[in-house]
């Protein structure tokens, strides 16, 4: 009798799972429009040769994966927000709760959250961890099951491709946030780091500073040619003055920033650059133990990546790149990729001061309207 239930079921299973790829692939294709009604039971039991119940288990998982929705009076419709046209999978390569997590990535976060509440059409889906088994395994089930729009692909997690090398292929949605292009990563939206630095010197030149010193994360800025960089700008040069600190130590910049500015050696910088929003922190608690007068004697650029940046008591101007836009952007790739439209292969979103920021530019309405039609 278990045999024969068992055998059964898989039969059942089997079924179900032949039902449930054809109407989802009626609804991914545009087959069944958002808010029309689907085919009555009787209808489908006809169509497909199945009994109710295996009907009611397919329906149940398109229900559950947001597909369709039911109501006792009007019977069952496709939704109105379709999670493969409006769910963008956030990949990210280590856990959200692990000491490695950038304020990067948490800005990342707050990002979408912010976006997600303001429109219903952009929603988001975090797979953090994804070399673990659970984090790859929940991805890779949720895009053979169409759940999600595409892949926005964080700087580091682009290993998922080891695990399932099939995604690497162009075929399927998918746009890289601020990996650099020489990479070879594309398509991609990235942040201009020449603009950042260029518009960082202008701003501490145009108050009469010469002497300007850089901390940034090493690797982080590795493309930058700096002895280029500064004589473009008519700023002397000075190596020591250009300095990198450790991924896994950033605390280190807080003693470094004093052996900067120990003026028992000679001279010391008058301008001083954070490339780098991990080390603000800890830059601003060594500027707090040396006797410099930010803003008076010295005055400082801090990167950071709005709408976050730290705060601090010293007058530092901040120059970044809007994280909301850089989404907006990645988020407008994968749903062109989906629908087949032209999308540019790389973008570049500019450095903007503080007082320059700007709401980002919301989605387009005629791409949303087409994908609905």
């Known amino acids: 009798m278990d045999n024969y239930n068992t055998?059964?079921?898989?039969?059942?299973?089997?079924?179900?799972?032949?039902?449930?790829?054809?109407?989802?692939?009626?609804?991914?294709?545009?087959?069944?429009?958002?808010?029309?009604?689907?085919?009555?039971?009787?209808?489908?039991?006809?169509?497909?040769?199945?009994?109710?119940?295996?009907?009611?288990?397919?329906?149940?998982?398109?229900?559950?994966?947001?597909?369709?929705?039911?109501?006792?009076?009007?019977?069952?419709?496709?939704?109105?927000?379709?999670?493969?046209?409006?769910?963008?999978?956030?990949?990210?390569?280590?856990?959200?709760?692990?000491?490695?997590?950038?304020?990067m990535q948490k800005t990342i976060l707050d990002s979408a959250q912010s976006i997600a509440e303001k429109d219903p059409h952009r929603q988001y889906v975090i797979y953090d961890g994804i070399h673990s088994q659970d984090g790859s395994t929940t991805l890779h089930e949720?895009?053979?099951?169409?759940?999600?729009?595409?892949?926005?692909?964080?700087?580091?997690?682009?290993?998922?491709?080891?695990?399932?090398p099939e995604l690497e292929t162009d075929s399927y949605p998918r746009v890289f946030m601020c990996m650099s292009r020489h990479w070879g990563y594309n398509p991609s939206v990235d942040v201009d780091r020449s603009m950042f630095y260029d518009r960082a010197i202008w701003s501490l030149t145009e108050k009469g500073r010469r002497r300007i010193a850089i901390i940034h994360m090493a690797h982080t800025f590795a493309d930058i040619d700096h002895a280029t960089l500064f004589a473009a700008?008519?700023?002397?040069?000075?190596?020591?003055?250009?300095?990198?600190i450790g991924r896994s130590h950033p605390e280190c910049a807080q003693n470094l920033v004093q052996l900067l500015f120990d003026d028992r050696g000679g001279t010391v910088p008058d301008g001083l650059i954070i490339a780098d929003d991990n080390l603000t922190e800890h830059v601003i608690a060594g500027l707090l133990q040396v006797n410099r007068g930010v803003g008076k004697d010295l005055d400082?650029?801090?990167?950071?990546?709005?709408?976050?940046?730290?705060?601090?008591?010293?007058?530092?101007?901040?120059?970044?790149?809007?994280?909301?836009?850089?989404?907006?952007?990645?988020?407008?790739?994968?749903?062109?990729?989906?629908l087949g439209q032209e999308f540019p292969e790389n973008q570049f979103i500019p450095a903007v001061f503080e007082e320059e920021l700007k709401a980002p530019s919301s989605y387009t309405r005629s791409l949303r309207q087409k994908a609905l039609l």
């Open 7 to 103: 055998d059964n079921n898989e039969a059942a299973k089997t079924k179900a799972d032949r039902v449930l790829f054809s109407l989802r692939e009626s609804i991914t294709n545009g087959f069944y429009k958002p808010g029309q009604q689907i085919p009555t039971f009787d209808e489908m039991e006809t169509h497909f040769k199945v009994s109710r119940s295996v009907l009611q288990k397919a329906l149940r998982t398109l229900t559950e994966d947001g597909f369709v929705s039911s109501s006792p009076r009007k019977g069952m419709h496709v939704a109105p927000v379709l999670p493969h046209l409006t769910r963008y999978a956030l990949v990210f390569t280590k856990n959200m709760d692990s000491p490695g997590f950038s304020h």
């Open 233 to 244: 700008n008519g700023v002397e040069y000075h190596k020591p003055w250009i300095q990198q």
């Open 300 to 338: 400082v650029v801090a990167y950071c990546h709005w709408p976050w940046r730290t705060s601090s008591l010293l007058p530092i101007r901040y120059l970044g790149f809007n994280l909301t836009e850089v989404l907006i952007q990645c988020m407008d790739v994968v749903l062109k990729k989906r």
């Open 142 to 164: 949720d895009i053979e099951n169409q759940r999600i729009a595409g892949l926005i692909v964080t700087p580091g997690a682009d290993k998922v491709f080891v695990d399932y």
